[in-house]
Every structure is written in C-alpha cells, then in structure tokens.
C-alpha cells in the first residue's frame, strides 16, 4: 500500500509561481513511478507531467511542457511539481498518483494509488 499527501496549492495571479509537493510513504520511494494529474470542475482528470522511478526521464502533456517541472527527492520521499507562467486554465484540482511495475505511465487508469488531491487557482 502507498500513501500520497499532496501540498502547496493555492491562489496566485496570471503569471504566477507555485511548487506542489506530494509525500509518498508506506512503501520505497524508489520503487514506484510516479505522476501529476489534474481535473478541473466538470472535466474528466487530465495527465500533466510523469517520471520514472530513478527520476531520469520526465514527460509532460502539452499544456505542461516549457511551463511544469516535474522532479523528485529519493532521499526525502518527496515528489515535486514546479509552476511557472501560470494560466487561468491551469486552474483545478491536482493530484499525484503513483505506480508500481511500470517504467512510467501517463494515463489515469494505469496509476495504482492517488493522494486526495490539492487545489490551485489562478485568477485573471
């Protein structure tokens, strides 16, 4: 079983910065892939950044790219979401999700266990 905590949302304006980080526990860190999603009111939840178990390969959806990083800390158990440039469409609910068995997944249904979620909101 794998506990996730997400923290670090919250409001900030167009253009804006935030760091989302997730803990991860109950089981080692450098076993699971790991992933950021987000859904926003009414919407299905959207993929928006990956990495591999070791950290050494990240993807990003499109609206992620050149904006979200992705990174983690194997020595601190700590999975982290850097935002910059951030968009009014940016705005909903972020969850991390991890996975076991897999070199890195990208689709919700691929991912075993999911923190309860935080939220984020850019204002125009």
């Known amino acids: 079983q794998v506990q996730l905590v997400e923290s670090g949302g919250g409001l900030v304006q167009a253009g804006g910065s935030l760091r989302l980080s997730c803990e991860v526990s109950?089981?080692?860190?450098?076993?699971?892939?790991l992933g950021w999603f987000r859904q926003a009111p009414g919407k299905e939840r959207d993929y928006v950044a990956a990495?591999?178990?070791?950290?050494?390969?990240?993807y990003y959806s499109e609206s992620a790219k050149g904006r979200f990083t992705v990174s983690r800390d194997n020595t601190k158990n700590i999975l982290y979401l850097q935002m910059n440039n951030l968009k009014p469409e940016d705005t909903a609910v972020y969850y991390c999700?991890?996975?076991?068995?897999?070199?890195?997944?990208?689709?919700?249904?691929?991912?075993?266990?999911w923190g309860q979620g935080t939220q984020v909101t850019v204002s125009s």
């Open positions: 999700a991890a996975v076991t068995g897999r070199f890195i997944a990208t689709k919700p249904e691929d991912y075993d266990y």
């Open positions: 109950g089981r080692a860190f450098s076993t699971v892939a």
């Open positions: 990495i591999t178990r070791g950290g050494g390969t990240q």
